[in-house]
């Protein structure tokens, strides 16, 4: 049965501070994997989607790294800002054809001004 | 370009009393969609999802139910509600195979007393 881990649940880096967030799963055989970001109180945006032939993604001051070998992923944040504070969410899908993707259960993130 | 919208954006109610959950999305055709209930320290838990019209599927049994009597909307019911039913609840939506990236809702929470 796959599970997805997030650690650490919280995390507070000074404003300016690059800083990476990591995701482990514990079945390799994944069809991809995404990040998301939640704000309180709001639904799921989805950050970076990453297919399993892919080793990274990126998106602005994102990057998202995929080692489906060691069964992890890690999303670095560059040059941090107080807007980046959020819940981020990471979410595997098994294979192709499944509804159904597994989340971790977050990082918390406080970006200190 | 596609949007999803969820009411009522926040929801009391008490023990015992009925449901009702509406989500939908604009601008896409046949899209997959999932209910999702997020409850403080336990992570996303997917309810329900659904390929087609009429068509659900049940992740986890409970005094909820879902239904999806139109292409782009998705229902979440219950005839009585318990306490345990509280949390934060997101509907989802995914175009079919091929296209696996997740979008969610902007979420209602749900009290109930």
């Known amino acids: 049965k796959q599970e997805v881990t997030q650690i650490p649940a919280a995390l507070s880096v000074p404003e300016g501070e690059n800083l990476v967030l990591n995701c482990s799963f514990t079945?390799?055989?994944?069809?991809?994997l995404q990040w998301f970001r939640q704000d309180p109180g709001k639904g799921l945006t989805s950050l970076l989607l990453?297919?399993?032939?892919?080793r990274e993604q990126t998106s602005g001051r994102l990057n998202a790294s995929l080692d489906k070998s060691s069964g992890r992923s890690t999303l670095y944040i560059a040059a941090s800002q107080p807007g980046d504070s959020a819940t981020y969410l990471c979410?595997?899908?098994?294979?192709?054809?499944?509804?159904?993707?597994?989340f971790g259960k977050g990082t918390r993130l406080h970006i200190l001004p | 370009s596609q949007t999803i919208h969820q009411w009522p954006a926040t929801l009391v109610q008490p023990v015992g009393s009925p449901l009702s959950l509406e989500c939908t999305v604009e601008?896409?055709?046949?899209?997959?969609l999932y209910w999702y209930r997020q409850a403080a320290g336990r992570g996303l838990q997917l309810l329900f999802y659904?390929?087609?019209?009429?068509?659900i599927s049940s992740e986890v049994p409970q005094n909820l139910s879902a239904s999806r009597p139109q292409d782009r909307q998705f229902i979440l019911s219950s005839k009585k509600l318990l306490l345990s039913d509280s949390g934060f609840y997101l509907c989802?939506?995914?175009?079919?195979?091929?296209?696996?990236?997740?979008?969610f809702g902007p979420g209602t929470r749900l009290t109930v007393l």
């Open positions: 979410a595997v899908r098994q294979k192709k054809g499944d509804d159904k993707i597994i």
């Open positions: 990453i297919q399993s032939s892919q």
């Open positions: 079945d390799s055989a994944i069809y991809n």
């Open positions: 601008g896409t055709s046949n899209p997959n």
């Open positions: 989802a939506w995914r175009r079919g195979s091929g296209y696996n990236e997740q979008f």
């Open positions: 659904s390929v087609g019209i009429g068509q």
